[in-house]
């Protein structure tokens, strides 16, 4: 609980998900205490005028790995810098996947992770990534749904020998995880194929980074959310999946919904706003998009613009998972120059965190004609109700944590890697024109982003238990 001053936001354009209208916000505790056309500041309260600009609910971004490694690459950005770039674009929440190295067990991943993210600005949540199953996985997942408030885990189908859970022990995953009440996610690309096809190309000397996409083709994302929703539905488990980017995987989620399946689905903007020829430099340029699954070609993007429409995509994640292009003062550990010499040992992922909701203002509603409603539904509201959240997170509501954005619809301005917060060196969209843009940002009822000013501080963050994933 937040014991700062009281505060009054004064005469803005209050959207959420479902409501429109221009009204004062009382905020007291860290809690919105009061919403009315006109209400009375107070002695010794901090006012802030909203005149002309939207109220907006805190951006949640539900997939992000923030001070995340793996034996050869660490992300960049740790949560310090990770959720101070979430503030200046608007999210005040995050849910940050925790990774426990091989062998480590689950319980002992999420101590180290909580070290890690005591130092966030912004309040954060987990799901766990479960990369090995024995015995004890099942006791140790009832634990983390029941004790750590954590009710979502991630299974990959991808990264054979790494990450991957083969079929049965999957579908075991699944099972074990719909019998706590939590919510499957999966990474949906098919492992094994994909080894294949990079042995392949690097057997006959193609290492530049275009081949990272080419041997990973959207058929195999395809058959693998096929195969997630076959497996889901012989578990009982309700599934979401992941970073979606593809026609294929998005048919199957539809499908398995007209069957009135409990199957959700999350993209991420860099799917729906490149395309492919991102990779068409010779050059070592296209290692700064080498992600997994890799941008496809622009057919997809229509198509997954189709499924946010019609609703069959549920939210729109940053998948942020940010790495330098150049080594950088941190050093070759966090840089795409690892994979030089070859393409998969390329760091997969990039920065996003920080122009989420801007970039989806400008392309949901300004280009694509949605309503402000579900603009503010697919980065905010669906996502915290999916995962356990709501209505603490993701509207504007009495009683509701008090995270807003002011935020200028109006507003041009250009994308430069040079201003963000990230600790990456780089933005997948240097260069776009916006309109739309975060003037001021408050985390339960404290101002932590003031234009250009940054009012937070480190492990101001909270942590947050959630309630059950996947009942939307
Ligand atoms: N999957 C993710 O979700 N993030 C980074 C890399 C990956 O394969
Ligand atoms: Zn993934
Ligand atoms: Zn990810």
Redesign the pocket.
């Known amino acids: 609980m937040n014991a700062g001053p009281a505060t009054l936001i004064r005469n803005g354009r209050v959207v959420t998900a479902s409501d429109d209208c221009v009204a004062d916000i009382l905020i007291e505790g860290g809690r919105i205490q009061a919403i009315a056309r006109t209400l009375p500041a107070g002695p010794g309260m901090a006012v802030h005028d909203a005149a002309g600009l939207l109220v907006l609910p805190g951006a949640v971004d539900v ?1 992000t ?1 923030l001070d995340s490694a793996t034996p050869t690459a660490s992300t960049v950005d740790d949560f310090a810098a990770g959720t101070r770039a979430a503030a200046f674009g608007g999210t005040t929440t995050v849910v940050d ?1 925790c990774t426990p190295p091989a062998g480590q067990g689950l319980l002992a991943g999420l101590a180290d992770w909580h070290r890690r993210r005591a130092m966030a600005c912004v309040d954060v949540g987990a799901h766990m990534i479960v990369r090995e199953t024995d015995p004890d996985t099942p006791a140790q997942m009832k634990t983390l749904v029941e004790r750590e408030g954590i009710s979502s885990f ?1 299974f ?1 189908m ?2 054979p020998g790494a ?1 991957m859970l083969e079929d049965g022990a999957l579908f075991s995953a699944m099972r074990a995880a719909a019998a706590l009440g939590a919510l499957s996610c999966v ?1 949906a ?1 098919n492992g094994p194929v994909i080894q294949n096809l990079v042995q392949a190309a690097l057997a006959q000397g193609q290492t530049t980074p275009r081949h990272h996409a080419l041997t990973r083709p959207a058929l195999l994302e395809g058959e693998a959310a096929q195969r997630a929703i076959a497996l889901a539905e012989q578990a009982g488990a309700p599934l979401y999946v ?2 979606l980017s593809t026609a294929q995987a998005l048919q199957a989620v539809q499908q398995a919904r007209r069957r009135g399946l409990p199957v959700f689905a999350e993209t991420c903007p860099q799917y729906l706003l490149l395309d492919d020829s991102v990779y068409e430099s010779e050059g070592f340029e296209g290692a700064k998009y080498v ?3 890799p941008i496809r070609p622009a057919s997809h993007g229509s198509l997954l613009w189709h499924g946010l429409k019609t609703g069959d995509i549920q939210t729109v994640a940053t ?1 942020h ?1 940010a790495f330098t292009f150049g080594e950088g003062p941190q050093g070759l550990r966090h840089s795409k120059r690892l994979g030089l010499a070859a393409f998969n040992r390329i760091p ?2 990039a920065p996003g965190l920080e122009t989420r909701v801007e970039l989806m203002h400008d392309a949901a509603v300004l280009q694509h004609g949605m309503s402000l409603h579900r603009f503010v539904d697919l980065v905010a509201t669906a996502p915290a109700r999916l995962f356990g959240l709501f209505p603490r997170k993701g509207t504007v509501a009495v009683g509701s944590d008090a995270d807003l954005v002011l935020f200028d619809p109006k507003e041009r301005w250009t994308v430069r890697a040079a201003e963000h917060h990230s600790r990456s060196d780089y933005s997948l969209y240097e260069g776009r024109a916006l309109t739309g843009r975060v003037k001021k940002v408050f985390l339960r009822g404290q101002c932590i982003v003031d234009g250009l000013r940054w009012l937070g501080h480190e492990g101001m963050g909270q942590y947050l238990r959630r309630g059950a994933s996947g009942r939307p």
């Open positions: 997939h790995h996947y991630k990959f991808a990264y990450l990474h690309e992941v970073h992600m997994s699954p998948d998972c997969n992922g």
